[in-house]
């Protein structure tokens, strides 16, 4: 456990190098919401979209944080800096490990101050059970999203693929969810043959964490938690915890 957290202080340390950077990010984040989803809220009388977006922009910035490891990682391997790190004093699997749980803890240190402010918005505060909860939710999303992120890293040779493949993760996810808008309102895709996108959304970790947030914080018959919620991030967080451990353990001594 020693190396591990190491490797979880060294991520840290970088992570603060760009603090401004950072707070720049929260604060575009926190526009979003006082600004865009008030905007949206005025325009339609179907929801209120400030309030169901809340719950939404604290997944979008768990997601976006938890994923800067990989950019980090793709640099090293580009830089060919990688060869230091793996020559440390600990295993490969441990310095594997500690990246995936070093991006999974970035994430949740920058989504804190969203998931407060939300509390605060929309006048809600959840039990400690259901905060636990939502927290080991958040936790699990984070680890998992790093994976993608260490595993998509490690597999490409370029920053332009990297960039291209984080796209392309970023538009499945974040669009075929329940971030932006209600499943009920994606439902009507499926009568324009689209059912498999709803499908997709339906599984959606992304879908899972952000329902089980408003579950807890939205008076809404359309939000119930579920323990299938928990089960389906967890599942996506051990898939992608483990490929990006092997990922990096294996694949990345070969470069």
């Not at 800096?81 to 699997?93: A, G």
């Not at 490929?243 to 470069?255: P, S, W």
């Amino acid at each position: 456990m020693k190396a591990v957290i190491r490797v979880i202080e060294y991520d840290f340390r970088n992570f603060f190098r760009y603090r401004w950077f950072i707070i720049g990010l929260i604060a575009m984040n926190l526009a979003d919401l006082f600004i865009s989803a008030i905007v949206f809220t005025q325009m339609t009388s179907i929801i209120d979209y400030f309030k169901f977006f809340a719950p939404g922009l604290v997944v979008i910035g768990l997601f976006a944080s938890a994923f800067m490891i990989g950019r980090e990682i793709n640099m090293e391997v580009r830089r060919e800096i990688h060869h230091y790190m793996l020559s440390l004093p600990m295993t490969r699997t441990e310095l594997a490990v500690g990246r995936v749980l070093a991006g999974g803890l970035r994430g949740m240190l920058y989504m804190t101050p969203l998931l407060i402010t939300t509390f605060i918005v929309l006048h809600r505060f959840p039990t400690l059970p259901q905060l636990l909860l939502i927290l080991l939710t958040l936790l699990l999303l984070a680890i998992g999203i790093s994976g993608v992120s260490i595993s998509i890293a490690v597999s490409t040779t370029s920053f332009e693929k990297f960039v291209t493949a984080r796209g392309v993760v970023y538009y499945m996810l974040f669009f075929c969810s329940s971030v932006f808008y209600p499943l009920s309102v994606m439902q009507v895709l499926a009568t324009k043959g689209l059912g498999p996108l709803v499908t997709f959304a339906q599984i959606n970790p992304l879908t899972n964490g952000s329902d089980l947030i408003r579950s807890f914080l939205l008076d809404s018959p359309e939000y119930v938690f579920s323990p299938l919620m928990l089960l389906n991030v967890a599942v996506f967080s051990g898939i992608f915890a483990f490929v990006a451990t092997f990922a990096y353990a294996k694949i990345l001594q070969r470069h």
